[in-house]
């Protein structure tokens, strides 16, 4: 029965939705217009299956990893789940669940890196052209700048605490030499 729906090019509808199934239907199509163009064509849309597959491996393994540094707030498991990210999306721009994952992935990582005053690491996970992004850039930046105007201030303030203190001693000095000479 099955080599006699073959012959009669008799498909068995389904509603699943897949990739592969949607090369097979293009493959199996009755007119020979609606096939693959060339055996090349054809093999092109099954190795371009293939990348995708291993690039939904990798995305979801690179979760996995997001799952992970949600837990330990670790920064090495956040590079590694936006390490994984970017490459499934190497493997396939496409995969929608990679881009999003890399995405937040980047947004956790970068709030991490401010919550430990890592604000340049944090910074270098952003996307200031990101509009999910662009508040926690401003704020990474506006952390920077009152650090730096702190660092600043006690650095004045550490030279202003030399000098007073090179002036009380020049001034004991002076009384113990006059007090010497008086004597």
């Known amino acids: 029965e099955c080599c006699r729906a073959a012959a009669r090019n008799d498909i068995v509808a389904t509603d699943q939705r897949s990739e592969l199934l949607d ?3 293009r493959a199996l199509a009755t007119r020979p217009a609606d096939r693959h163009a060339t055996v090349r064509e054809f093999q092109q849309a099954i190795r371009d299956h293939e990348a995708h597959l291993e690039s939904l491996r990798l995305a979801s393994l ?3 990893d997001l799952e ?6 670790k920064y090495d498991d956040f590079a590694r789940a936006v390490y994984g990210f970017g490459n499934a999306i190497e493997l396939w721009s496409g995969n929608r669940e990679a881009v999003e994952g890399l995405d937040t992935a980047r947004l956790e990582y970068a709030t991490v890196a401010l919550r430990g005053q890592n604000f340049e690491l944090g910074l270098g996970q952003l996307e200031p052209r990101n509009s999910r992004h662009a508040p926690l850039v401003e704020e990474l930046k506006g952390e920077i700048v009152r650090r730096d105007t702190r660092q600043k201030r006690e650095r004045q303030l550490k030279r202003l605490i030399v000098l007073g203190t090179a002036c009380a001693f020049l001034v004991v000095l002076y009384f113990f030499l006059d007090a010497r000479e008086n004597a």
């Open 23 to 25: 090369i097979a239907r």
């Open 62 to 64: 690179a979760r996995q």
């Open 68 to 73: 992970r540094a949600r837990s330990s707030r």
